[in-house]
Every structure is written in structure tokens, then in C-alpha cells.
């Protein structure tokens, strides 16, 4: 049989639109088939089990991530010294599809944490070009501004340190870039696209990755 009754995600990200109504199709005693939603959660790569009842699909077990996965990594970057740009990888040469599917929350925050460890802040926010600002005496704000009615942007053009263009690959790849010269690194030969190198005061930095937050709006005014 089929029929257009509500689905019951529990805190999953399955619907490529905004309903709850879904096509389904069943037959007394077997899984129903849902036809209309992603095949995988969107934040935490599961498979949906279906099970029908109380005249509606409900998924059996919860989202592991109902918030969505906002990933938090740290840089060293003793130099001073940041280069800027998309694709580090002629260097910090990550797998990043090794783990859950890039295309989900998990996938990403994966590739976020393993490229951190060989020391690289990555992180993958599509065909945005953000930049990096400076945001206060001590923080940084990496992000595409908008534009208000009077072509304004929401961040000041002033604090703007570095473009990134994300042509070849849509993510941020920033790192110490004395680190980079001595991991092989060649200034001026770099195999992917454009980069800046900006002075920041030496230390350690930690790099708040949002984009995997559940309801992130890439759009919002502000930062």
C-alpha cells in the first residue's frame, strides 16, 4: 500500500524540504519504504530504520547529533607568521573522505580534526570566497560577508585580512607558515590557487568551525 502520512525524524536531517509529509510505501509486517528524504542523515551519516506506527513512519533510534556538530581545533602558530588560503593539502595531505561521508556534519568534522592534527586549520564552507577579519585586539572571523539595501557589507572592509578564493576547493586551509615552508612547502610555487600571509602575534589559536551547527544560516547579517 501508500500513502502520505507525517514522518517522525527524531532529530535527524533527512527532509531535503521543509514538510514532515513523505511517500511511503508498506506492506503489513516489513520495513516501510520512504521515498522523498536523503538516504543518510545529513548530520550524522545513519541510515534511518522506518518503523510504521500510530498512522505515521517514526525513525527508531535518535540523531547522535540533534544540534548539529559545531568542531573546535587549535593551531599552533608559533612563526607569527598564517598563511591563507583553500588548499594546503600539497602539504597537510589528509584523507578527509576517510571517515563518514563528506557530505554529512560528521564527515566534515572528521576532516576538520584530522587535518588539525597534521597541522592545518580546515574547514569546508562551500563556494563562499569567505575572508578573514580581524574581530577585536585578539580574534578573527573567518566569513563571506553580505550586503545591506545600500551595498554595505556586514563586516568592515578595513578589518579584512586575506581573500580566500574557494574555485578549486570549497574550504579554508590556514597554517603556520613557517610550519609549512619546513613540511616541504615552496613560497611562491604553491600548487593550488592564490595565498595570503598575514602576521598575527605568536601562539596558540583555536578555530571554531560553525558551519556543521544544525540550522547554521550562511546568510545571517551578522557573524
Same mark, same amino acid.
Given at each position: ?5 507525517p514522518?517522525? @525524524?527524531?532529530? $535527524?536531517?533527512?527532509?531535503?524540504k ?19 528524504? $536523503?538516504?543518510?542523515?545529513? @548530520? ?9 506506527r500510530?498512522g *505515521?513512519? $517514526?525513525v527508531?533510534k535518535p !540523531?547522535r547529533?540533534?544540534r548539529?556538530? @559545531? /568542531? ?10 598564517l598563511?591563507? /588560503?583553500?588548499?594546503?593539502?600539497d602539504?597537510? &595531505? =589528509?584523507? @578527509? $573522505?576517510?571517515? *563518514?561521508?563528506?557530505?554529512t556534519?560528521?564527515?566534515? =568534522?572528521?576532516a576538520?580534526?584530522a587535518?588539525?592534527?597534521l597541522? !592545518? =586549520?580546515y574547514?569546508p ?8 577579519y ?5 580574534g578573527?572571523?573567518? =566569513?563571506?560577508?553580505?550586503l &545591506? ?7 568592515? &572592509? ?16 590556514i597554517?603556520?607558515?613557517? &610550519?609549512?615552508?619546513?613540511k616541504g612547502?615552496?613560497p ?6 592564490h ?12 578555530f571554531?568551525?560553525h ?8 546568510y545571517?547579517?551578522?557573524p
Amino acid at each position: 500500500m501508500s500513502s502520505q502520512i507525517p514522518l517522525h @525524524i527524531n532529530g $535527524h536531517a533527512l527532509l531535503p524540504k521543509r514538510t514532515n509529509v513523505v511517500h511511503v510505501f508498506a506492506e503489513p509486517g516489513e520495513e516501510p519504504l520512504v521515498a522523498g528524504v $536523503h538516504f543518510t542523515c545529513a @548530520i550524522c551519516n545513519e541510515r534511518p530504520v522506518y518503523v510504521l506506527r500510530d498512522g *505515521a513512519v $517514526h525513525v527508531q533510534k535518535p !540523531c547522535r547529533y540533534p544540534r548539529g556538530i @559545531i /568542531t573546535e581545533v587549535t593551531l599552533d602558530v608559533s612563526s607569527g607568521k598564517l598563511i591563507v /588560503t583553500a588548499d594546503l593539502r600539497d602539504v597537510y &595531505d =589528509a584523507d @578527509i $573522505h576517510a571517515g *563518514a561521508s563528506y557530505n554529512t556534519a560528521l564527515g566534515q =568534522a572528521q576532516a576538520v580534526e584530522a587535518m588539525a592534527d597534521l597541522g !592545518c =586549520a580546515y574547514g569546508p564552507v562551500g563556494n563562499s570566497c569567505p575572508s578573514l577579519y580581524r574581530n577585536g585586539e585578539d580574534g578573527y572571523i573567518i =566569513a563571506s560577508p553580505i550586503l &545591506d539595501d545600500d551595498d554595505l557589507p556586514s563586516l568592515p &572592509d578595513e578589518n579584512r585580512m586575506a581573500d580566500i578564493c574557494t574555485d578549486d576547493l570549497w574550504a579554508y586551509s590556514i597554517a603556520d607558515f613557517e &610550519d609549512w615552508q619546513a613540511k616541504g612547502g615552496t613560497p611562491g610555487q604553491k600548487r593550488l590557487g592564490h595565498y595570503t600571509v598575514v602576521d598575527v602575534p605568536p601562539g596558540t589559536y583555536r578555530f571554531t568551525h560553525h558551519v556543521g551547527e544544525r540550522g547554521f544560516d550562511k546568510y545571517a547579517p551578522t557573524p
